[in-house]
Structures are given as structure tokens and as C-alpha cells.
């Protein structure tokens, strides 16, 4: 949720700080704190990322690889492997003396 904080005083930030952190969980509320007319802080709900359990979930729902999937991987990898790292002639160059 987007939305211009609340500008709120240090005093009525420690009235209702409760009610402030309630405000931020549940309604996505955020708040600019000042102390004598000037922002100290922003308080502001936090980015939550997956929990490992989630995480366990959603690769759970994902559609199943196909049997010959991690043959597949291996002999791309195999291929690779058997190939020059560079094409002739196009070989990098370390010795700062030849670069121009």
C-alpha cells in the first residue's frame, strides 16, 4: 500500500505507540515522527520475505521436471565441458601491453 505518512509528534508517537504499530501491521499505514517540527524517524511497515515453510509450499505446487530432465542438464554440461573455453583467436588478453 503507497501512501504519504502520517506526520506525527514524539509525544503522540509514545501516547499511542501500540496503536501506531497497529496501524502499520494491519492497515499498511506509515508515519513520520518529529521532534520539534523537524522528521526524526520513519516508521513504516517492513518488507517480509517467504518463510522457509512457504518456500517448501510453493516448490511443492510447481509442475514436476520431466524424468530425463537432469540427463538432459548433464550432457549440456558434458558438451560444454569438451568445448575450447574461447573461440580461436579470440582468446583474452591479460598483458596490459597488448591491450591499446
Given amino acids: 500500500m503507497t501512501n504519504t505518512p502520517t506526520r506525527i509528534s514524539v509525544a503522540e508517537a509514545e501516547r499511542s505507540f501500540s496503536e501506531v504499530l497497529d496501524r502499520i501491521r494491519d492497515k499498511g499505514e506509515s508515519f513520520v ?59 583474452p588478453r591479460w598483458d596490459d601491453d597488448e591491450v591499446e
Fill in 33 to 91: 515522527v518529529e521532534r520539534d517540527g523537524m522528521p526524526v524517524c520513519e516508521m513504516k511497515p517492513t518488507v517480509r520475505g517467504k518463510t522457509a515453510t512457504e518456500m517448501i509450499e510453493i516448490f511443492r505446487s510447481l509442475p514436476k521436471t520431466d524424468p530425463q530432465f537432469a540427463d538432459d542438464i548433464q550432457w549440456a554440461r558434458d558438451f560444454m565441458n569438451s568445448q575450447p573455453a574461447y573461440l580461436p583467436g579470440h582468446e
